[in-house]
């Protein structure tokens, strides 16, 4: 699969993390989680059907593919790691949760794997 864009992995993850919360994942719920609105995520679900990622047809609950569970579970993951070491290191919880969001985006595999052996996960 090809490189996916950072507004698509937010958005596959917050599919993941809605789907862990309510067991169902809405274009509602996204939208509120992600601070966007109604047509945007109706887009953003479009594009993320193209790839496969997810099923939707027109007013249903989402629902996520393999592959897109995959690619969702990956990059939660990756976030988790990276809020978890920004922890340890003594940046406040709301601080973390910010960089992390953007650091998740940008850093390499053996980063990545580094940060797994350091922590221990």
């Known amino acids: 699969m090809k490189e996916l864009s950072k507004s698509i992995e937010d958005y596959i993850e917050a599919i993941y993390m809605i789907e862990q919360e309510k067991g169902e994942i809405k274009s509602v719920d996204i939208a509120a989680k992600l601070g966007v609105s109604k047509p ?8 993320l059907n193209k790839l496969n990622l997810i099923e939707k047809s027109n007013y249903s609950n989402i629902i996520m593919t ?6 969702a579970k990956k990059v939660y993951d990756k976030h988790i790691l990276i809020y978890n070491f920004l922890l340890k290191i003594g940046v406040s919880k709301e601080i973390a949760e910010i ?3 953007k650091i ?5 595999q053996e980063t990545t794997d580094c940060l797994k052996k350091y922590l221990n996960t």
Request: proline share 0%; hydrophobic share 30%.
């Open 99 to 101: 960089d992390c969001c």
């Open 66 to 71: 393999e592959s897109g569970r995959n690619l």
């Open 40 to 47: 945007a995520v109706n887009k953003a679900m479009n594009e």
């Open 104 to 108: 998740e985006h940008v850093i390499s």
